[in-house]
């Protein structure tokens, strides 16, 4: 499974931004979809992730409230919907899939995510 990410950039603090994925290749093994994040010096994080077919979704606690992860099965697409976007989001963020929480496969390119004071 590939994955391409798009969507990051800068923002002021209090913006929004949405990052999309597209995966390609055996996509047919996903059954979960989501996002991690890496902010520098920090160690990789998990921000949240959907199952297949509108099934559960969950979320850091960072995240909550504030994100939103949906994802389109038909297209192989998931998206990292970012409101009251924060300084300490700032962050390289990564486009995940697997065959479940905790057993991530693919990982994308990275996308990044800077949130100006």
């Known amino acids: 499974v590939q994955l391409q990410a798009s969507g990051g950039g800068l923002v002021q603090a209090g913006g929004s931004l949405r990052l999309s994925c597209a995966a390609s290749?055996?996509?047919?093994?996903?059954?979960?979809m989501g996002w991690f994040r890496q902010a520098p010096g920090k160690e990789r994080e998990f921000v949240g992730g959907?199952?297949?077919?509108?099934?559960?979704?969950y979320y850091a606690d960072s995240a909550k409230g504030r994100f939103t992860i949906s994802r389109d099965n038909a297209k192989n697409t998931v998206c990292l919907q970012m409101n009251s976007l924060k300084p300490e989001d700032t962050a390289v963020y990564y486009c995940?899939?697997?065959?479940?929480?905790?057993?991530?496969?693919?990982w994308g390119q990275g996308t990044q995510v800077t949130v100006s004071s």
């Open positions: 290749g055996r996509t047919f093994s996903i059954y979960v």
């Open positions: 995940v899939a697997g065959s479940g929480l905790g057993s991530w496969s693919s």
């Open positions: 959907e199952r297949r077919n509108g099934g559960s979704t």
